[in-house]
Structure formats: structure tokens, C-alpha cells
């Protein structure tokens, strides 16, 4: 993120799903934050590293760490090594944001499907509250094991998860069984499951609700009310 910072303005870090890249979603997001009214929302969309993937032959794509195996689900294990290892540098983004100027709780951490993933992980593991984390399709990369380290201040981190029915990458099991752990464990989780036909995708209704409620929580943040805007935007 590394961006110089207001007080009041909003920050969000968008971590990209395996073989996408930043730019891809800036493309499919930021118009949704482009009316002058959310003009002190700034987004940063950074690009995971490339690896080759075994499980897509050996293919090379960008990824946050490894993926073990394809469709995600409930007992899905990962290498929390590699995990711990993207988690530390989305928490070096997160330092540069606050050394800033930047509240935490005008922070917020989201990302689609891999990059919901490190976004849940880097949020848990975060010495601070911030203002929000949302995961888009995905799941939680980190066995249950690691809940003792969680510090107290990120359990009050509000966390929104939607997750489509029809989803086959990853499986709805594995995004309720993560929202589920996060309730288990007393966080607030709002999860979205109001959409039996959404597959593994970024959809219009998602984002509009997305952008309401990071608009909620800077207007609760900063106490400075925000504006609403109608429910369509003329997107470009």
C-alpha cells in the first residue's frame, strides 16, 4: 500500500485468486468506488508471485503460496509455512499504511478466493483491529491449531464472507466451515450465502453490497457521516 495517508481515509489492500494479477481486479473493482463521494477510498491492488502449481500440472501461474489440491474444501491442508509466509508480507503492506498515517480501523484487507485466503490468515494475525477483512469465495488456510495465536485485538476485526452454493473451486463447505470458526472463536462474521447459483466468480450484487459495507465502517470509523449513493452506479 505505501500510500501517504489523510486521517479519514479509507485503505483497501485487494489480494488478487491464483492466476489473476492486481491490475485484472482494479479493472473489476475500483469502478464501484469511482463516484466522487468515495473519492477518500484508495485501493491497492498488488500481483502474487508466479510458481509452478502441481496440481494444474505443473503449470506457472501467480499464486500466494501453494495450492494442494483443486476443488478447495472443508479439510483441504495447506503448507502454513508458505502460508505464514504471503501473511508476512501483506502485514509489512499493513505497517508501511499505518507508519502512514493511516487508523487501522480504516484499513481493510479483501481479496477473491486464494487472496481470501491470505486476506482471513493476514487479518487473524495481525497485532491490531482493523477495520475490516472480506473474503470473496474463500477459505481458511490455517488449521484450527493456530487459533491460540490469535491476537486479542484481531478477534474484534469485523469479517463479511460471501460465498456462492454453486461454487466449484472452492467448495461452500470450506467458506462456511471458515466463517464458522471465526464465530467459534468470537469474531463477527456476516456470511453472505444468498446466492445458490454463484460459481466461483465475482458477481455485480456481491460488489455493491461490498462497497455499502466498507462505506458503513469508515462512516463508523471516523464518526464523519457518508454519503449514500443509489443503489445503481453508471459503471465504465
Not at 500466494?64 to 504471503?86: G, M, N, Q, Y
Request: glycine share 10%; aromatic share 10%.
Amino acid at each position: 500500500m505505501g500510500m501517504a495517508a489523510a486521517g479519514g481515509y479509507g485503505r483497501v489492500l485487494w489480494l488478487h485468486g491464483s492466476g489473476q494479477t492486481g491490475e485484472e481486479s482494479r479493472a473489476q473493482v475500483a469502478p464501484y468506488f469511482a463516484a466522487p463521494e468515495l473519492a477518500s477510498v484508495r485501493f491497492s491492488f498488488p500481483t502474487a508471485p508466479t510458481s509452478s502449481i502441481p496440481c494444474y500440472g505443473g503449470e506457472v501461474i501467480t499464486a500466494w503460496f501453494a495450492i494442494p489440491e483443486v476443488p478447495i474444501t472443508a479439510r483441504t491442508a495447506r503448507d502454513e509455512k508458505e502460508v505464514l509466509k504471503a501473511v508476512e508480507r501483506v502485514h509489512e503492506m499493513l505497517d508501511g499504511e499505518v507508519a502512514a498515517g493511516t487508523s487501522p480501523s480504516n484499513i481493510f484487507v479483501c481479496g477473491l478466493s486464494q487472496g481470501g485466503a491470505l486476506a482471513i490468515a493476514s487479518v487473524l494475525l495481525y497485532p491490531m483491529t482493523l477495520g475490516g477483512c472480506v473474503v470473496f469465495s474463500g477459505s481458511l488456510p490455517l488449521s484450527k491449531t493456530f487459533a491460540e495465536s490469535i491476537p486479542s485485538e484481531a478477534r474484534k476485526t469485523p469479517v463479511l464472507w460471501f460465498h456462492g452454493m454453486a461454487d466449484g473451486v472452492v467448495l461452500f463447505e470450506a467458506g462456511h466451515a471458515g466463517c464458522a470458526f471465526l464465530q467459534e472463536i468470537g469474531m463477527h462474521c456476516e456470511f453472505k450465502v444468498a446466492y445458490p447459483a454463484l460459481e466461483h466468480t465475482l458477481v455485480d450484487e456481491e460488489l455493491q453490497y461490498f462497497r455499502q459495507w466498507i462505506k458503513d465502517r469508515l462512516s463508523q470509523g471516523t464518526g464523519v457521516p457518508v454519503p449514500s449513493l443509489s443503489d445503481k452506479m453508471d459503471l465504465q
